[in-house]
């Protein structure tokens, strides 16, 4: 079954495969702590968000030309296609890119060698969305937003992603500022690891339309209670939330629950490279696992376009 949806969380440095990482790696000659492929996917056992994050950043050594980004984005596209995606919102985090040398230039001009043409190649649409590193400085976030001037025709919004503990929203209320002055759509992850307070901080501080994740917002019922009425899409990543360990196993997983308080719920993959699938496969996996019934799995579908950057006309030819 794929039924065509919208993803809109995804990390596009988390779809570099294994297999990928070593061929990037050995046409750059960066050399990797592992022997083989079967010996990275070892490393795929999380205990927590953090442990994660030093893996996906370690991986990104291997990322260091134009092409190397075009070739990364035309493999999720490839694989995005065949699990029904028909429109993406892309998150990238040029921070982790330009203190490794790799210019803002590089990282945007790559993706778009594949982004520009994923309509006609894979039937895909696609947004770029620019993600500030929270556990970076509200200074780097601000010279990141300037970086990013020159190519902001090909972006359409910002968001606030890694380390979340420790890192409130308010943080970046400067950076916010500036971005929606540009223009710019706003989302943020908040309450995957850190509590609802930030949930509420990513509304009424950074001015987000979207929550990416937003798991722990049902530890609060008056805030579920806002969220429902203010109708705000949450991008939630079931099968990330198994590997990061925030919920034990999927079928502990609250989306049937969110759903039932009316939440505007959508299905993502996060980055799926590292977390065991796609788009689809996390269609799947919650409908095996939390008994999802036919209609809410079209419920889930119809608000991934809803909660989309697509205007209406453009969204009913994505269906
Ligand atoms: C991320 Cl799962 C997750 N959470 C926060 N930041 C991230 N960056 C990439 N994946
Ligand atoms: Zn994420």
């Known amino acids: 079954m794929s039924l065509p949806k919208a993803e809109l969380h995804l990390h596009i440095e988390g779809t570099l495969e294994p297999e990928l990482a070593f061929e990037l790696a050995a046409r750059n000659g960066v050399s990797l702590p592992y022997a083989d492929t079967d010996e990275l996917r070892e490393a795929y056992r999380f205990e927590d968000l953090q442990s994660f994050l030093n893996l996906y950043y370690e991986l990104m050594a291997v990322l260091r030309t134009e092409r190397d980004f075009e070739d990364l984005a035309n493999a ?10 028909r429109h993406a919102e892309i998150f ?23 982004l520009g043409k994923s ?45 979340e503990v ?46 990416d994740h937003g798991l722990r917002c049902v530890e609060d019922p008056a805030l579920v209670e806002r969220l429902v009425r203010e109708r705000v899409p949450l991008t939630l990543c079931p099968l990330s ?13 609250p989306l049937p629950a969110m759903l039932e308080a009316g939440l505007l719920c959508t299905v993502n993959s996060d980055d799926p490279a590292y977390f065991g699938g796609y788009a689809g496969d996390n269609f799947d996996a919650v409908r095996q696992a939390l ?29």
């Open 119 to 163: 309509e006609e190649a894979h039937g895909v649409s696609t947004q770029l969305i620019l993600c500030f590193l929270r556990d970076e400085s509200a200074e780097s976030a601000l010279e990141t937003l300037q970086a990013a001037k020159p190519y902001l025709d090909r972006i359409v919004g910002v968001g606030l992603d890694s380390a």
């Open 92 to 114: 990238f985090d040029p921070q982790a890119h330009l203190a490794r040398g790799v210019g803002m230039g590089t990282v945007v001009e790559g993706l778009w060698r594949a």
């Open 291 to 319: 008994g999802l019934s036919e209609d809410q799995l079209r419920e889930l579908a119809r608000n991934s376009f809803l909660a989309s950057f697509l205007e209406h006309d453009e969204e009913r030819r994505a269906r």
């Open 241 to 253: 939330n198994v590997r990061l360990r925030t919920v034990d196993v999927l079928g502990d997983h």
């Open 76 to 85: 999720y596209l490839a694989r995005a296609a065949a699990q029904g995606v």
């Open 166 to 211: 420790g890192h409130p929203p308010v943080k970046f209320r400067e950076v916010y500022e500036a971005a929606a002055a540009l223009g710019l759509r706003r989302v943020a992850h908040a309450g995957e690891e850190g509590p609802p307070e930030y949930i509420t901080e990513a509304l009424d501080v950074l001015g987000v339309e979207r929550i």
